[in-house]
Every structure is written in C-alpha cells, then in structure tokens.
C-alpha cells in the first residue's frame, strides 16, 4: 500500500485547505490524519473508518476541520476550516488494514502504512 498525501500549503488564519491522501494497492483501509509542528511528538487528528460510518476528530480540531473519502477513488479528504496558526504542522496520512477498535486510532502505532507529510502553514 502506497500512500500520497497532497494539497497542503501556506493560509492566511481563518482560511481553508483540503488535503488529499491517494491510496493505491490495497483499498477500503481505515485512514488517519496526523500532524507534527517542529519540536514536538505527533498528534493526532481524524480518523474514518473503511465505510465511512464511523468518524473521530481530536478536541483541537472538532467543529473546524471534516474528514471523507471516496472509496471509488481510494481516496481520502481532511477538509480543514478557520485555519489557525497552531494548526502549523506537517500533516502525515496512515493506514490501518482489517478491523479497528475506534478508541485506539489516536496513536501512531496503531496504523501500518504512512504516507509523506504536506506542509500546512497558517500565517497569523
């Protein structure tokens, strides 16, 4: 499985991005958005699960941002609204294959494809 996160860049606050995570090889995986600011550990921010039936967004992000997916395109969309200058990360895509236990999706290990990060940058 290959993964290829795209659509990031640089936004004034309270601006808009889409990002875009392209799967290919296997499909219908449960897929997680991940950021990591310079100097500290990744965190997490969206999960949504192969159906698209179950979504999970982390506190600093609920309400603003809105991930989807296109299973047709083995694709999936974090949708990010009233951008702030804390959200200034790299935005990291993951994978998980097979069955999920939802509440344990907000951490790294959980998931077993990455793709490359795209650069968020909110300016103030």
């Known amino acids: 499985v290959q993964l290829q996160a795209s659509g990031g860049g640089l936004v004034q606050a309270g601006g808009s991005l889409r990002l875009s995570c392209a799967a290919s090889?296997?499909?219908?995986?449960?897929v997680g958005w991940f950021r990591q600011a310079p100097g500290r550990e990744r965190e997490w921010v969206s999960t949504?699960?192969?159906?698209?039936?179950?979504?999970s967004y982390a506190d600093s992000v609920k309400g603003r941002f809105t991930i989807s997916r296109d299973n047709a395109k083995n694709t999936v969309y974090l949708q990010m609204n009233s951008l702030k200058p804390e959200d200034t990360a790299v935005y990291y895509c993951?994978?998980?294959?097979?069955?999920?236990?939802?509440?344990?999706?907000?951490?790294?290990?959980?998931?077993?494809?990455w793709g490359q990060g795209t650069q968020v940058t909110v300016s103030s």
């Open positions: 993951a994978a998980k294959n097979g069955q999920v236990i939802m509440s344990a999706m907000n951490r790294p290990g959980a998931y077993d494809y």
């Open positions: 090889g296997r499909t219908f995986l449960t």
């Open positions: 949504i699960i192969r159906s698209g039936s179950r979504i």
